[in-house]
C-alpha cells in the first residue's frame, strides 16, 4: 500500500520527499528513520512479498540469508550468517542462535562463511528468493560446501505503478528515490508511465549498489548514484 509519511525537515535538510521502492515491512521501517532525520517520505513498494513454507532438510552447520524477507524460516539453534546489518538485526529477532553479519553484500557473505566455517562441518542452509542466491551458492560449492538451497519467499511486482508515487513525480514533489534491489529497480523501470519520464529529470535516483543504478537505465534522472558501501546507513547518508 502506498503511502505518505510527513516530518518537519530540519534546517538543513533538502526539500522535498524521498520516495521509498522497498516492500513491506522495510518500507516503513526505512521510513521511520527518514522521519527521524527531518524527512518526509511516500512509501511506493515495487516488490510485494510473500512468504512460503520451506521443506524441511537435514541437519546443517549453518543458515545463510540474503535478505532479511528470509528471516522468518531460519531454524532454531542453528547458527545464522546475514549479509548485512538490517538482515542480521531482523534475523535475531527470529532465533537465539548466534547471528553474524557480513555488513555488504553476497561477496562478502561468501568471504566470512569461508572464513568462519569449514565444509566437514556440515552442509549449510541458503534461505533466499526464487531469483537470488546462485552466485553466493556456486561461490561455496567450488569451495568445498555442500549448500542447500531453499525458498523462503516469492516476490512480486505490482499490477501498476503506484498512484500516490505517480501524483507526487508528476507535480515535482519527489526529491530523492531510494532503490535496494535490482528488482524493485526493473519494476520501476517496467511501470513507469512514459509521461512520468520527465518528472526524474528533478529525482536523484540512490542505490544501494550498481548493479541496481545499472538495474534503474538510462531514464533522465537529476542524478543516478550508488551508495559507497552496500549497507542502508550508506545509502541514507547520500541523502
Request: proline fraction near 9%; hydrophobic fraction near 50%; charged fraction near 10%.
Amino acid at each position: 500500500m502506498t503511502q505518505l509519511i510527513q516530518a518537519n525537515f530540519k534546517s538543513s535538510g533538502s526539500s522535498g520527499a524521498v520516495l521509498i521502492t522497498r516492500p513491506e515491512p522495510g518500507a516503513t521501517a526505512t521510513a521511520a528513520r527518514l522521519a527521524a532525520r527531518g524527512h518526509r517520505s511516500i512509501i511506493a513498494p515495487f516488490l510485494v512479498i510473500e512468504p512460503l513454507a520451506v521443506r524441511p532438510c537435514p541437519a546443517v552447520a549453518a543458515c545463510l540469508i540474503t535478505s532479511a524477507n528470509a528471516a522468518a524460516a531460519i531454524p532454531p539453534h542453528v547458527p545464522v550468517f546475514a549479509v548485512g546489518n538490517a538482515t542480521a538485526a531482523r534475523a535475531r529477532k527470529t532465533t537465539t542462535a548466534p547471528v553474524h553479519s557480513a555488513d555488504g553484500d553476497a561477496v562478502s557473505l561468501a568471504a566470512l562463511v569461508i572464513q568462519a566455517c569449514r565444509p566437514q562441518d556440515g552442509p549449510l542452509l541458503l534461505l533466499s528468493g526464487a531469483s537470488q542466491g546462485l552466485p553466493l551458492a556456486a561461490t561455496l560449492r567450488a569451495a568445498g560446501f555442500r549448500v542447500i538451497r531453499r525458498i523462503a519467499y516469492r516476490a512480486a511486482a505490482p499490477g501498476t505503478f503506484p498512484a500516490a508515487a505517480a501524483a507526487a513525480i508528476a507535480a515535482g514533489e519527489i526529491a530523492a528515490a531510494l532503490f535496494y534491489s535490482p528488482e524493485t529497480a526493473r519494476n520501476f523501470v517496467r511501470l513507469l508511465p512514459p509521461a512520468l519520464i520527465p518528472g526524474l529529470a528533478r529525482i536523484r535516483a540512490l542505490s544501494l549498489s550498481p548493479a541496481i543504478t545499472q538495474a534503474l537505465g538510462a531514464l533522465g534522472w537529476r542524478e543516478a548514484q550508488s551508495a559507497p558501501h552496500p549497507s542502508q546507513e550508506s545509502l541514507l547518508s547520500m541523502l
